[in-house]
């Protein structure tokens, strides 16, 4: 082999390397990247053996880049069993400005610990969901403001995924607005009715009510139930 070939041969697994190691990397070039991007298709996950890991023992371990369909690929491998499983992913902003990045876990995704490393600050949260005083947005929401060119690495632990592990979605925090205030239009006649049908049933009771306890007579009381 000649030494030209074996240099090239150099080069093209340096970048293949590169590549892997980076496969969980998203770059968001532009605000409309971040619509809304689903956690489990893009990011990396390792299975702690123990359940017992500190997030800084994870981070140096060797994690398997995701799969074509991670829900159906973690319910064949894992099935029912007591498993706990990390995912990391990284959002690199490429733009020229800050962007609010928020992480939002949908119904029935429960999170055991969330890790949001930055340049100069590290967010741990570790929710309970039981015995908690904190707004119920506190424990599905996570804003992180991430300044041009700085990267954010999410590190999320999952315990029993098969009944823990849900959606999560990130995304701006103008695009959550905005979806949030269409789906308030969108549901809004629904609203307006089921409010009109209740304010009907109330007055009805109310209305015959008095009637019955006055004349004790039941069929008012039928009438108003």
């Known amino acids: 082999m000649s030494p030209r070939i074996f240099l090239i041969f150099l080069f093209v697994l340096s970048c293949l390397t590169q590549r892997a190691a980076a496969s969980d990397t998203l770059v968001i070039n532009k605000i409309s990247d971040l619509d809304s991007i689903p956690l489990i298709n893009h990011a990396a996950f390792f299975q702690d053996p123990s359940g017992d890991m500190h997030w800084q023992q994870v981070m140096q371990q060797s994690f398997t880049p995701a799969k074509k369909n991670m829900f159906r690929f973690i319910d064949s491998s ?101 979806s949030s205030a269409r789906n308030y239009r969108r549901k809004y006649a629904t609203y307006m009715s089921h409010i009109v049908f209740c304010a009907v049933i109330v007055f009805i009771i109310l209305h015959r009510l008095p009637q019955y306890l006055m004349g004790r007579r039941s069929e008012f009381l039928w009438y108003g139930l």
Not at 125 to 141: A, E, I, M, V, W
Request: aromatic residues 14%; charged residues 20%; hydrophobic residues 40%.
């Open 78 to 178: 894992y099935g029912k069993r007591r498993v706990t499983l990390w995912f990391r992913i990284t959002m690199r902003n490429a733009m020229e400005d800050s962007a609010r990045m928020l992480l939002l876990f949908q119904t029935y995704a429960f999170f055991k610990e969330l890790i949001v490393l930055s340049q100069n600050d590290t967010l741990e949260r570790q929710p309970n969901y039981f015995f908690n005083g904190s707004r119920k947005k506190d424990l599905f929401y996570t804003i992180v403001t991430a300044a041009p060119g700085e990267q954010l690495t999410y590190l999320v632990r999952i315990n029993n995924p098969y009944q823990n592990l849900g959606p999560m979605t990130i995304q701006s925090v103008e695009a959550h607005d905005a």
